[in-house]
């Protein structure tokens, strides 16, 4: 045996280490699957957008308070500035945080959105949704979306 396969036997191989990490995201996944996949086009367009504004609303008490301390420096001697602006980026970090933290917790949701999507794409020559103001631009300067009414006609 040579040293490599020593320590292969030992540590595992890099792959098998990844799928390992991974697995608990795509069981997660897979569970979220089905509910997504019952869905219609127009909830599964309305779930992406709970999903933005719940990941956005995470942070907002935090960014309220950096408005609020941004707010206060304009009366603030500049002597006195230094641990707002330590107050600010600490708080700014925090924001980063609170956004990872639901980003990560959306994650096996959005991936099942994903592929639900993909999905719908791939088994049928059309997706029709209700417009809204994104597919009218697209149809405006793309021949893959049409507007009919209403109705939002997505081509393959």
């Known amino acids: 045996m040579n040293f490599v396969s020593i320590l292969t036997k030992i540590f595992g191989d890099k792959k098998s280490r990844d799928l390992k990490a991974y697995q608990p995201l795509v069981e997660k996944v897979i569970q979220a699957y089905p509910a997504v996949q019952a869905l219609t086009n127009d909830e ?19 960014r309220g308070q950096i408005k609020q301390l941004q707010d206060s420096i304009q009366g603030t001697p500049i002597q006195d ?12 970090k925090d924001v980063l945080d609170t956004l990872e933290k ?21 088994h049928n020559e059309e997706v029709v949704v209700t417009a809204n103001d994104f597919d009218r631009e697209l149809a405006a300067s793309h021949d893959f979306v049409d507007i009919d009414g209403d109705k939002a006609i997505y081509h393959n």
């Open 44 to 62: 599964l367009r309305a779930r992406v957008q709970e999903i933005k504004k719940g990941i956005l609303e995470s942070a907002a008490p935090l």
């Open 102 to 122: 639901a980003l990560d917790e959306a994650l096996p949701e959005v991936f099942a959105i994903v592929k639900s999507t993909a999905a719908r794409f791939a």
């Open 81 to 92: 500035r230094a641990p707002i602006f330590q107050q600010i980026d600490k708080l700014e």
